[in-house]
């Protein structure tokens, strides 16, 4: 890669940072940059952005729960949404061209059709790196919003396969052979530690065993890498794998996005339909959300997760490549299809920023679509007789609850927005509840008047920031912990609200001398003075 490229998405990145956008949409607009400067991609490019989108789509696996797939709020959602997009945006085409679109106009009503499809997909790449900055990955419209990709992504798979002619080998029956290996990915997973080899494993993992293995039988590689994330989802070590790879696929994901700016040559007319498309992406917001509301989820989650869905996929870019390919369709649709894929991450990203801002100004209008009867995942949460709640279960979390009920006794609760982690911890004895905490409507809805203290242990600060602005609008009058991963962020979340934050590092440190001298009788002398 050139000098150039990071320098320019450097820039562009950290540009964008200092004004509160996604550094993913500087890295988009650094494509367009060196596109107009004359630099196109480039096969090391096309590569890193290859394995980005192969570690990626891995780490999902890595924390998919099947079971969610087969929800009907997933699985019927996407295939109705597909269905009337392509319906509705292809008529909507191809009226544009017989009312004399150039571009358009030579389009026929199957071709208007193929572009719609290419344009009913969302990206997988932008919605689960904006859910995973706000640490939404695991709320309800979060798990809702990643089942409906793969759902997508599998649709856009079997298409890709079944029209370009070419079947997957006769091979592709032995990738039935990774399910009876897993057993041993497990025992390999045990026996290699916590250092250097639990990266590497997970590199192998998605590289060789996953998209090398699909891609050499025929089958897409992409999703040969989310088949084997979910064959060792079930593995404890499957969290410090996906956490391992954060850094590399984040870096890799640098090349997708520099990607997408360096395709195709813009032209005048390109960018003025292309423009349309975007234009028309609030009508995709509003059939996601009116689908999932009627599928008994609150407002609230279905806004979020169809503001999450806001905008168009890698996949169109991916299908609209084999229709060129094919002659079913003009090069110059690439080209398009480019542009409004990045246009829609450039409309998408602050509205997911301010998704939660939104949600509250149109919130008396969005209430009127709820069903009168609430989804199972979103039932009120009793806390009576509960005095002290920790948020987030995780590691820290649980840690924090066991101590303060050994000290205090059992009016405690903890709240976690990971469905699996509640029932381990309910099968363990702990009070634990499913709840998304940055949710307004769940803070309201919850008796908070025999609360004395809230402690949080939540790893993202942006998240912290949110539940702390939410408890100084309710009536909360006890006291608020927040846990810091960097000693920076005390500061912050102490300016925001918090009686006390805590450096997790140091106290973890406090807590290890603590522990020692508790169980360690060892007569030590202190010094006196020279």
Same mark, same amino acid.
């Given at each position: 890669m050139e000098p150039i490229f990071l320098t320019v998405a450097f820039v562009m990145g950290f540009a964008a940072r200092q004004i509160n956008l996604a550094p993913m949409i500087g890295f988009l607009l650094?494509?367009?940059?060196? *596109?107009?400067?004359?630099? &196109?991609?480039?096969?090391?490019? *096309?590569?890193?952005? &290859?394995?980005?989108?192969?570690?990626?789509l891995f780490s999902?696996?890595?924390?998919l729960q099947l079971k969610t797939l087969l929800k009907p709020e997933v699985w019927a959602v996407t295939s109705v949404?597909?269905?009337v997009t392509i319906v509705l945006f292809g008529l909507f085409i191809f009226g544009l061209g017989l009312a004399g679109l150039h571009l358009l106009a030579d389009l026929t009503l199957t071709q208007s059709a193929l572009v719609a499809f290419m344009l009913s997909f969302s990206s997988t790449v932008f919605t689960i790196k904006s859910l995973e900055e706000k640490g939404e990955l695991q709320a309800i419209h979060g798990r809702i919003a990643i089942g409906i990709l793969i759902i997508q992504d599998i649709i856009a798979v079997l298409f890709i396969t079944f029209s370009s002619g070419k079947l997957p080998s006769i091979w592709s029956l032995a990738l039935v052979g990774l399910v009876l290996l897993r057993p041993l990915f497990f025992r390999i997973m045990d026996r290699s530690g916590h250092g250097e080899l639990i990266p590497l494993f997970g590199l192998f993992a998605a590289i060789v065993l996953g998209a090398a293995s699909f891609d050499l039988v025929g089958m897409k590689a992409d999703l040969g890498a989310l088949v084997l994330g979910v064959l060792l989802a079930g593995h404890p070590r499957a969290s410090e794998i996906s956490d391992s790879l954060l850094t590399f696929k984040d870096v890799l994901l640098v090349g997708f996005f520099l990607n997408i700016g360096l395709t195709g040559a813009l032209s005048l007319e390109a960018v003025l339909v292309a423009l349309i498309f975007v234009g028309i992406l609030p009508f995709k917001i509003a059939l996601f959300f009116f689908l999932i509301t009627r599928f008994k989820l609150r407002a609230r989650s279905a806004s979020l997760g169809?503001?999450?869905?806001?905008?168009?996929?890698?996949?169109?870019?991916?299908?609209?490549?084999?229709?060129?390919?094919s002659s079913w369709i003009a090069a110059d649709w690439l080209t398009i299809v480019a542009i409004s894929l990045a246009g829609s991450f450039i409309f998408a990203s602050p509205i997911n920023m301010f998704s939660h801002q939104i949600y509250d100004r149109l919130e008396r209008w969005l209430l009127v679509w709820q069903t009168p009867v609430r989804h199972a995942d979103?039932?009120?949460? *009793?806390a009576d007789g509960v005095q002290i709640v920790v948020l987030g279960m995780g590691r820290i979390g649980t840690a924090a609850f066991d101590t303060m009920m050994d000290r205090f006794g059992t009016g405690i609760m903890g709240l976690e927005s990971n469905p699996e982690l509640v029932e381990r911890h309910k099968a363990e004895g702990r009070r634990v509840s499913n709840a998304d905490t940055t949710d307004a409507d769940f803070w309201r809805q919850l008796n908070l008047g025999g609360v004395s203290l809230i402690v949080s242990t939540l790893p993202d600060l942006k998240s912290n920031l949110e539940i702390l602005k939410l408890l100084g609008e309710s009536d909360y009058q006890g006291k608020v912990a927040a846990v810091a991963r960097y000693p920076d962020e005390q500061a912050v979340l102490e300016q925001a609200g918090a009686d006390l934050s805590v450096d997790s590092i140091t106290e973890a440190g406090i807590g290890?001398?603590?522990?020692?001298?508790? *169980?360690?009788?060892?007569?030590i002398t202190r010094p006196g003075p020279d």
């Open positions: 650094a494509g367009f940059v060196l *596109n107009g400067l004359g630099y &196109d991609t480039s096969p090391l490019l *096309n590569q890193l952005a &290859d394995l980005g989108v192969i570690l990626l999902i696996g890595l924390k949404h597909m269905i169809a503001l999450s869905l806001a905008s168009y996929s890698e996949f169109g870019l991916i299908v609209g490549a084999l229709a060129v390919s979103e039932q009120p949460i *009793n290890i001398a603590a522990h020692v001298m508790a *169980n360690f009788d060892i007569d």
